[in-house]
């Protein structure tokens, strides 16, 4: 894309397409621009003023007739249709994953809208009985129903893996809420593409009529503040941190004292713990490698999911023949899930040429060029950098893996484990530390979409979950007795 | 090398006039720095194991042109790569260890027993003739230099001939000092009023500090690691360093006594020294603070108009003001801002000339390199990355590679009638480039620090 001629960012706002050049973005680097409509005229089309308005449009509209409407329109989402090739077009030099990967995450947007994963997505994470209708549950004094309702929400999305954007929508879509996206610089069409799809099989389908994609500056505050009221807005669920940026000058703290529920995702990293089983020969260590080696490597790092930091219960040689083999391993990934990282960053490259000199504390395997590096800290001790473009930290301890606990940070997402039975006794440890998903080491990043999405629950958080109470009249009361037997003995018996 | 004006080593071209040291040619200035590199090399490379490393990793044996020397750099990172758990553990032993890495002295026999906090092991070590300098820590942990009294004198006189500039006949008048911070210290700046405070005042009673108790190392890594918790929210950390200090006494005094010792200090300025030549030197940022101060209670034009008013260090990460020259001028009464451009790295600073521009005193070498670290050629105008190498480095290795992005002239003058390499007025950091977060500089560390000491003491209850 040249400087002169940045390319236009459309923004959708309920079933309307708006593209006009009244705003132009610059990154400080001068690398990603684009011009984009103004927003402030539009705030009254962005917001929903009348809460009422999403119950009508969705009240007769059952989650069947959103999976097949989506599915529909996620024939369109391959890179063969224009929207969708633009879009990967243009994320991929900004994006921080080479052209190889990038493509690839594109190839997975389909897959989510496909009946298949939508079914399941909604079947597992909710069900869709909770969306349709109210669902008795099993009192003995009342009759309690409970509902999943949609809300207005506005997501803040990350641009780091198109797939973000595929499955925010997806999930947004069939709890049937109200969403304002708001994109971010370094990908500011794969939801525009994604809506535009839906946009073609039915622009007056409630679903599409529900979605809203834009972009503002940080520096348009005040139509940020006018934006995000408790008035129009009950969610605000933020990708954020190392994902994508905080790409708001907002406050959550105060926006949680206003009454919005904010989802905040991220920043968040995985480490792995290998107990000493995987270090009896040679052999056991290279095949541990090569399955550590997938869990680290995956997307670049650019993932939450990779495994940045390597707990190793190791003697000094052996972590650091752990540590070659890993980088071989590294080096020889699927060039669609893994390469040589884009713009190494220059304060890493230092970091290891500076570790390089201190060979009492720690050992450097690769990262002359730019293609990764295995470190081994000699004292057990963390380094001080953080480990990103396929830099590994490989941290040797002796004793209890219980008492790795201690050391574990709060950011810590997930934890691949070897051999399986240390599971049994880090679960626990672990989880009172921050960790929500524990895996078989080499599986990491195999996210089965429908699947429980690294312990978020992010479909149910983004609903609103209301119950209605009543209470038996006397002459019910028989019936009602009859009745609600029948259910405790259903749901305690079977 | 007894053909050059400069005949003697480059510890004794500190005491030469500038005159002297900026009427090189090209020529011979390179042959000279490139002579004396090697015989740095020479004696340090097996004395030094980082070095070692760097050139048995880099394939160097000798240094035969600018080129390999810009191979041989250590980046920033290697004066604090050290694990930060060392210091919170009190793992001082393992600390001196990794810095015996860096320096041709023999530290492996001092005995750390009883050494608990930096501050202590500093004070160790400069009993054991070391006289290392920490930086201000702006990523949250502090850099230790491992200067040591073999390079000291070579400091003084060195900074003594950058000083000449503003002041000539520096060496032999004696001018009141006016330091608006703490009396003393061993990060860089620190370490150099903590030395020149009284020299050049004379005695230890015109030297003039707000403060009258040092900078503590320990409460300056923890300023920088608060302040950075506080930028990630991480309330955790904020807590853990905040209970740290709870206890301290001399931190709750403090509060009470900051605005008595300012008051003070703005008494004896405007009262005691009105219309008097004086000497003040200190960050941009903290001459200002002092100087909004003072014209927000009417004082002007305190000091006498020939007065030395020295800064450097810019506002990176605080509201920059665009006269602030001008605001400094008119409290301070002086006719001109002295400018300088320095690092810890390097012993000296660069000076300022009446172009304001940074010229290079012959014991440093400027380097350009590009973003892949291929180093640029050393002719007509290069920008980029800077690196340098501290010839005045006796018993540590000094090549340095910044994150620095300067423009270097070699071959042009600038007009001052100075020869020699000259650094444009407009040196940037990388990280602020790059888009990245603003990092707080040196401009910065006084507020930070002032602004840490007053969240600590803010809950300890008044009169204890």
């Known amino acids: 894309m040249s400087s002169d001629n940045p390319i236009q960012i459309p923004f959708i706002i309920r079933g309307q397409e708006i593209t006009a050049n009244d705003l132009l973005y610059q990154s400080r680097d001068r690398k990603v621009q684009f011009h984009y409509p103004d927003p402030r005229p539009l705030l009254s089309q962005i917001v929903l003023s009348d809460p009422t308005q999403l119950q009508r449009d969705f009240a007769h509209v059952r989650v069947g007739e959103i999976i097949d409407f989506l599915a529909e329109a996620g024939k369109a989402m391959t890179l063969n249709h224009a929207r969708m090739e633009k879009a990967c077009r243009f994320s991929i030099p900004f994006s921080a994953l080479p052209e190889s990967i990038v493509k690839g995450s594109y190839d997975l947007i389909p897959i989510v809208f496909s009946k298949m994963a939508l079914r399941t997505m909604v079947e597992n994470e909710i069900g869709s009985k909770y969306l349709d209708g109210w669902v008795e549950m099993p009192y003995a004094d009342k009759i309690a129903r409970r509902r999943a309702y949609g809300a207005r929400t506005m997501h803040f999305i990350s641009g780091n893996v198109p797939v973000v954007a595929a499955l925010s929508i997806a999930r947004a879509a069939l709890i049937k809420s109200d969403n304002i996206i708001k994109v971010t610089p370094n990908d500011p069409l794969t939801a525009w593409a994604i809506i535009s799809a839906m946009l073609d099989v039915d622009p007056n389908h409630p679903v599409t009529k529900h979605f809203s994609v834009l972009y503002w500056s940080k520096e348009l505050q005040d139509f940020e503040h006018d934006l995000i009221q408790p008035r129009y807005l009950e969610k605000i669920i933020s990708w954020g941190g190392a994902l994508g940026g905080v790409n708001s000058t907002l406050n959550h703290g105060n926006l949680q004292a206003s009454g919005i529920d904010v989802i905040a995702l991220g920043p968040k990293f995985s480490i792995s713990i290998l107990g000493s089983e995987a270090f009896k020969s040679s052999n056991e260590i290279d095949s541990v490698a090569k399955l550590t080696a997938k869990d680290a490597g995956s997307f670049n790092m650019e993932s939450c999911g990779s495994a940045r930091f390597h707990f190793v219960q190791a003697s000094p040689d052996q972590a650091k023949e752990y540590a070659r083999q890993l980088y071989l391993h590294m080096q020889a990934q699927d060039p669609a899930l893994s390469t040589i990282p884009k713009n190494f960053p220059t304060e890493l490259h230092d970091e290891l040429d500076a570790a390089r000199t201190q060979a009492d504390l720690y050992y450097v395997v690769g990262g002359e060029k730019q293609e990764g590096a295995v470190v081994v800290s000699l004292t057990g001790e963390a380094p001080d950098f953080f480990p990103t473009h396929r830099v590994v930290v490989v941290i040797p301890f002796t004793g209890d893996p219980v008492q790795l606990a201690e050391r574990i940070h709060p950011s810590t997402q997930t934890v691949g484990i070897y051999p399986e039975s240390l599971k049994d006794s880090l679960r626990d440890v672990l989880v009172a530390r921050g960790v929500c998903r524990f895996i078989s080491i080499g599986h990491t990043i195999d996210y089965a979409i429908g699947g429980p999405f690294n312990s978020y629950e992010i479909m149910r958080r983004a609903c609103r979950w209301i119950l209605d109470e009543s209470y038996p009249s006397t002459w019910e009361l028989p019936w009602f007795y009859l009745r609600k037997a029948w259910q405790i003995f259903k749901h305690h018996i079977f | ?464």
Request: negative net charge.
């Open chain 2, 1 to 464: 090398m007894n053909d050059t004006i400069l005949s003697g080593t480059p510890e004794s071209w500190t005491r030469l006039p500038v005159q002297t040291l900026f009427s090189l040619s090209k020529s011979e200035l390179d042959s000279l720095q490139l002579h004396w590199t090697q015989t740095r090399f020479q004696h340090l490379q097996e004395r030094i194991p980082a070095l070692d490393a760097l050139a048995e990793k880099q394939g160097v044996k000798i240094i035969a042109d600018f080129e390999t020397l810009a191979s041989m750099l250590f980046t920033h990172q290697v004066y604090k790569n050290y694990p930060f758990a060392f210091i919170e553990r009190k793992l001082f032993t393992e600390l001196t260890r990794w810095l015996n890495k860096l320096t041709a002295h023999d530290l492996s026999t001092l005995d750390m027993r009883g050494v608990n906090t930096i501050d202590e092991w500093l004070a160790r070590l400069d009993e054991a003739g070391m006289f290392v300098f920490h930086s201000t820590g702006t990523s949250g942990k502090l850099s230790f230099f491992p200067r040591s009294q073999t390079e000291k004198e070579a400091w003084v006189e060195g900074t003594y001939t950058f000083l000449e500039a503003f002041m000539p006949g520096i060496r032999d008048l004696h001018l009141p000092v006016f330091w608006p911070a703490y009396r003393s210290g061993r990060q860089a700046s620190m370490r150099l009023i903590t030395h020149f405070g009284p020299a050049l005042a004379g005695s230890d009673t015109e030297y003039h500090s707000l403060f009258n108790t040092p900078m503590s190392a320990d409460f300056m890594s923890l300023a920088m690691r608060m302040k950075h918790a506080q930028e990630r929210g991480d309330l955790t950390t904020m807590d853990t360093i905040k209970a740290i200090f709870k206890t301290k006494g001399e931190i709750v005094t403090l509060k009470a006594r900051k605005a008595g010792l300012t008051k003070n200090f703005f008494d004896k300025m405007v009262r005691d020294y009105r219309g008097r030549r004086v000497f003040l030197m200190a960050s941009a940022a903290d001459l200002l603070d002092v100087a909004l101060e003072g014209l927000a209670t009417g004082q002007e034009k305190v000091f006498a108009p020939d007065s030395v008013l020295l800064t450097g260090g810019g506002f990176k990460g605080r509201k920059t003001i665009a006269d602030w020259k001008d605001v400094l001028k008119k409290f301070y009464g002086v006719d001109q801002v002295f400018m300088s451009y320095g690092m810890t790295e390097l012993n000296t600073y660069n000076i300022a000339c009446p172009k304001g521009v940074y010229h290079i005193f012959p014991w440093n070498i400027p380097m350009v390199l590009d973003h892949d670290g291929t180093p640029l050629p050393r002719t007509g105008v290069q920008t980029g990355r800077a690196g340098y190498f501290d010839l005045l480095a006796q018993t540590y290795w000094g090549g340095i590679l910044t994150g620095d992005r300067v423009t270097v002239h070699y071959d042009d003058e600038c007009g001052c009638g100075w020869q020699g390499p000259w650094i444009e007025d407009n040196v940037q950091r990388f990280t602020e480039l790059m888009g990245g977060e603003d990092i707080i500089s040196c401009a910065g560390v006084q507020s930070a620090y002032s602004d840490f000491m007053e969240y600590i003491a803010a809950d300890v209850p008044e009169g204890v």
